[in-house]
């Protein structure tokens, strides 16, 4: 099984209060609830993508983390994973570490980035039923106003129309969808799973 997850920030301590307000008494607290909520979800043989900004820690300590979680790890490369430049840092504890990646999923294809990508490639690809074939991932904006103002893109887009292959008119898709760590109770979550919290979040939104 894969499964995606972004912004953990194990051992940022402020986070919180400030931005997430995470409501943890400290990042120790935060961390091991991270890492047994992490655990009770992915068996050693599982797959987790991090969508960056996995940990604000020194290497020694992000190892340490690292070695805790079950599953094999992959990383793509966030603007706070600055532990990945300490020559301390084993890079072995990830399958690979990506500033971008494409993978398959389950017939569907997944573009991965710390960043949301807001055309992205694959975006007009749909299935034989119509339903889109690609989904892009990303992680960074948390729960701020940048995401308020990525709704409000997303919302405009799906009510504009484009000329298909076959020459008629279809709407656009735009599957863009932030899995960030706090929206799944700090749960890796299968692609099937994030588009469900994503219908949530929009629908609690109306």
């Excluded at 099984?1 to 051992?11: A, E, G, K, P, V």
């Excluded at 940990?55 to 706070?80: Q, V, Y």
Aim: include cysteine; glycine fraction near 6%; hydrophobic fraction near 35%.
């Amino acid at each position: 099984m894969r499964y995606y997850i972004s912004d953990t920030h194990f051992c940022h301590r402020s986070l919180l209060d400030k931005m997430d307000v995470r409501g943890f008494e400290s990042v120790e607290e935060m961390n091991e609830y991270m890492i047994d909520q992490w655990n009770q979800k992915v068996g050693k043989r599982d797959e987790v993508v991090i969508l960056g900004d996995f940990s604000w820690e020194n290497a020694e300590e992000t190892m340490d983390i690292l070695r805790r979680l079950h599953g094999r790890k992959f990383l793509i490369r966030g603007n706070h994973d600055h532990f990945l430049d300490d020559k301390a840092f084993d890079p072995s504890l990830f399958g690979w570490v990506k500033d971008y990646a494409e993978l398959n999923d389950n017939r569907r294809k997944v573009v991965l980035s710390h960043y949301p990508i807001v055309f992205y490639n694959g975006q007009y690809r749909r299935d034989e039923n119509g339903n889109p074939k690609t989904y892009m991932l990303h992680g960074h904006i948390h729960n701020t106003q940048d995401q308020v103002y990525l709704n409000a893109f997303k919302d405009y887009l799906s009510k504009q129309n484009h000329i298909s292959i076959g020459g008629g008119l279809e709407s656009v898709p735009c599957q863009i969808i932030n899995c960030f760590c706090v929206d799944s109770d700090y749960v890796p979550m299968t692609l099937d799973e994030w588009i469900e919290i994503e219908k949530t979040r929009r629908q609690k939104e109306v």
